[in-house]
């Protein structure tokens, strides 16, 4: 099996101008995720490889909110964001969820700057079109990478809060899942990784519940409406088709508590499930 190092210079050939990736995760699952994962990822930096981490926050929103007494609802899944809402989720987003990462990692050898999409117009954005039900929600329209190549010619790797702002000042709240694919595709990089506590897209092969390798996008919604994805894999499987935006052609969902996951993605191990879109 190649290193991941290896994997990471053939990409650089294939039109990559760094020997980067990109990482999507919640915040739920980040927090759960054992140490050896914070050991690899560390591991991967000081091997020249410079990961990239968006993350999410949604429980932690929820709870937050609970707690202050504020209302929250979700329409089409999109949580509705009112001014107070827009207060808590940059305050756990940007704050808590943001920083708790960042030790972690360091904590594990690792270099880590945190950052949201508000600092220095990261990622502009703009209302969504139904901004009238949902309110300061926002899709991305741009991403300043020569911010986040900046922090990575520092040797650190970034992790970022999904807080967009448009050029008034205004603040938006971004899906994550939508947030990670657009850094992904400005920053060139055809695959992205998404990290959950799934080890893939399961199907009934023979009798048996079998991880799939590989599907597309079409097959995924094919599973769903026959209910061979069901349940709660149904919002993780749509999160992971967000991802791919732009330049992204493939998003690989594994599970982060499998040992060295990451070095083995890298490295061309065929684990977890693979979705990619079609021409």
Same mark, same amino acid.
């Not at 990559?16 to 050991?39: Q, W």
């Not at 300061?136 to 967009?164: C, F, H, K, R």
């Given at each position: 099996?190649q290193?991941?190092?290896e /994997?990471?210079d053939?990409?650089?050939?294939?039109?990559?101008?760094?020997? /980067?990736?990109?990482?999507?995760?919640g915040?739920?699952?980040?927090?759960a995720l054992p140490?050896?994962?914070? @050991?690899d990822?560390?591991?991967?930096? #000081? $091997?020249?490889l410079?990961p990239?981490i968006?993350h999410g926050?949604?429980?932690?929103?929820s @709870? /937050?909110l609970?707690k202050?007494?504020?209302?929250?609802e979700?329409?089409?899944?999109?949580?509705k964001?009112?001014?107070?809402?827009?207060d808590?989720?940059e305050m756990?987003?940007?704050?808590?969820?943001?920083k708790q990462?960042?030790?972690?990692i360091?904590?594990?050898?690792?270099r880590?700057?945190?950052?949201?999409?508000?600092?220095g117009y990261?990622?502009?954005?703009?209302p969504?079109s139904n901004?009238?039900?949902?309110?300061?929600?926002g899709e991305?329209?741009?991403?300043?990478?020569s911010?986040i190549?900046g922090?990575?010619?520092? %040797?650190?790797?970034?992790?970022?809060?999904? !807080?967009?702002?448009?050029?008034s000042?205004?603040?938006?709240?971004? %899906?994550?899942?939508?947030?990670?694919?657009a850094v992904? #595709?400005?920053?060139?990089?055809?695959r992205?990784i998404?990290?959950t506590d799934?080890?893939?897209?399961?199907?009934k092969?023979?009798g048996e519940?079998?991880v799939?390798?590989? !599907?597309?996008?079409q097959?995924i919604? @094919?599973?769903?409406?026959?209910?061979e994805?069901?349940g709660?894999?149904i919002?993780?499987?749509?999160a992971?088709i967000?991802? !791919?935006?732009?330049?992204?052609?493939?998003?690989v969902?594994? %599970?982060g508590s $499998?040992?060295?996951?990451? #070095?083995r993605v890298l490295?061309?191990e065929? !684990?977890?499930?693979?979705?990619v879109?079609?021409q």
């Amino acid at each position: 099996m190649q290193s991941a190092v290896e /994997n990471a210079d053939q990409a650089n050939h294939a039109g990559l101008a760094r020997r /980067n990736f990109v990482m999507k995760c919640g915040g739920s699952t980040l927090a759960a995720l054992p140490d050896s994962f914070f @050991d690899d990822l560390a591991r991967l930096q #000081s $091997e020249g490889l410079q990961p990239v981490i968006v993350h999410g926050g949604g429980p932690a929103i929820s @709870d /937050n909110l609970a707690k202050l007494g504020i209302e929250t609802e979700f329409i089409n899944g999109l949580r509705k964001t009112t001014e107070p809402v827009l207060d808590v989720v940059e305050m756990v987003l940007a704050g808590s969820i943001n920083k708790q990462i960042v030790r972690r990692i360091g904590m594990h050898g690792g270099r880590a700057l945190g950052l949201s999409g508000s600092d220095g117009y990261l990622i502009e954005a703009k209302p969504v079109s139904n901004a009238a039900e949902v309110g300061w929600v926002g899709e991305v329209t741009s991403v300043q990478a020569s911010i986040i190549t900046g922090v990575l010619d520092m %040797n650190y790797m970034p992790v970022i809060a999904p !807080i967009g702002i448009d050029r008034s000042g205004q603040r938006y709240n971004i %899906n994550a899942d939508t947030a990670a694919g657009a850094v992904a #595709s400005h920053l060139g990089v055809s695959r992205m990784i998404v990290v959950t506590d799934v080890p893939g897209i399961l199907k009934k092969i023979g009798g048996e519940k079998k991880v799939l390798d590989s !599907i597309t996008v079409q097959e995924i919604e @094919d599973m769903i409406s026959t209910g061979e994805i069901y349940g709660g894999m149904i919002p993780k499987v749509r999160a992971a088709i967000a991802c !791919i935006h732009g330049k992204v052609r493939e998003v690989v969902i594994v %599970n982060g508590s $499998e040992p060295q996951v990451l #070095s083995r993605v890298l490295g061309g191990e065929a !684990i977890g499930t693979r979705i990619v879109r079609m021409q």
